[in-house]
């Protein structure tokens, strides 16, 4: 008799496997990626809704009061890693994973991260200030329209893409955290060993020189070589040779590069606009040419 029991109970099972029901998470996940500089930064986190409540204030009415510890989301709580070492408002982080802890406050936020990740959701009297690795503040700012679903994004990528802001918007409230990522020690050191060993890399370097105001008799030499060694019609090429040939002063050498430059790429059937911008280079050369005394004119 034992063998149909058994079989009744493995298909029992069977059947409660197979019923299982999937349905939306109250908190469903989210996730956002941006890089900043060289660095990956990837947040990953539970959504909540306010539902009606009120969320961030003063006192236990609150679903998030001000001066309590919240572990910046739902069920696990939010994680946040750099590829590389960041700042985070000013604070050094190195590379890894860290939990996101907040004390949110009527002006401002206070932003902690933590090196357990698995800690989950920590109060006041459970918070292991040994394991925290960065504590900064933040102002909080009031919305004119409620965001109904928590929200975590990386915004405010700044120009020279060396920072952005990690912000938390909730409710009626947005805070936003600066972070930094220095990439420049990085490329410095790509450049130095990608040059020894690729010719091919003289002018990506010559670019990163030139746009960051570096050696420009570097700059110059690297965008030589690399054009000599490479496609020497490739006249984008050839036009960042003029601009540094300019940069450096020797006007007319910039303008016979950029002549150069402007005939090749008469000849394609698409210019990328650089028939343009060699005109317009070899126009304002030609001026300030023309007000040069003959003696400085090379």
């Known amino acids: 008799m034992k063998k149909p029991i058994l079989a009744i109970v493995l298909a029992a099972a069977c059947f409660m496997a197979e019923a299982q029901i999937q349905t939306p998470q109250p908190s469903p996940g989210g996730s956002v990626t941006t890089v900043v500089g060289l660095t990956d930064v990837k947040v990953n986190y539970s959504r909540p809704k306010a539902k009606g409540r009120k ?31 960041v700042k985070l408002e000013g604070v050094d982080v190195k590379k890894g994973e860290y939990l996101v802890f907040t004390i949110p406050g009527a ?5 902690m991260l933590y090196s357990d990740v698995n800690a989950g959701a920590l109060t006041n009297a459970t918070y292991d200030k040994s394991k925290e690795v960065a504590r900064v503040t933040a102002k909080s700012e009031r919305l004119t329209e409620k965001v109904e679903t928590f929200t975590i994004n990386i915004s405010d990528i700044a120009d020279n893409n060396t920072g952005a802001k990690l912000q ?5 409230t947005s805070v936003k955290v600066g972070i ?11 450049i130095e060993a990608g040059t020894k060993v690729s010719p091919g890399n003289y002018v990506a370097s010559a670019r990163y ?7 420009l008799n570097k700059a110059l030499e690297w965008i030589t070589l690399g054009i000599n060694n490479g496609n020497q019609k490739a006249f984008w090429n050839i036009h960042t040779k003029a601009k540094i040939q300019d940069a450096l002063g ?3 050498g910039a303008l016979a590069t950029a002549q150069q430059s402007l005939a090749i790429a008469k000849g394609e059937k698409d210019d990328f606009g650089y028939v343009k911008l060699n005109e317009d280079l070899i126009k304002k050369l030609n001026e300030e040419i023309a007000k040069m005394p003959k003696a400085k004119k090379k």
């Not at 910046?72 to 590829?83: D, L």
């Not at 938390?168 to 009626?172: H, K, R, S, V």
């Not at 930094?180 to 790509?190: C, E, L, S, T």
């Open 55 to 85: 969320i961030f204030g003063e006192g236990a009415d609150f679903l998030v009061p001000f001066g309590e510890i919240w572990r910046t989301g739902a069920n696990n709580g939010t994680v946040i890693s750099f590829s590389d070492d």
């Open 107 to 111: 002006t401002e936020w206070t932003v």
């Open 168 to 172: 938390f918007a909730w409710e009626n």
């Open 180 to 190: 930094n990522a220095d990439y420049d020690a990085k490329v410095m050191k790509a």
């Open 209 to 215: 020189y030139f746009d960051n105001g570096k050696d």
């Open 250 to 252: 020797d006007k007319t």
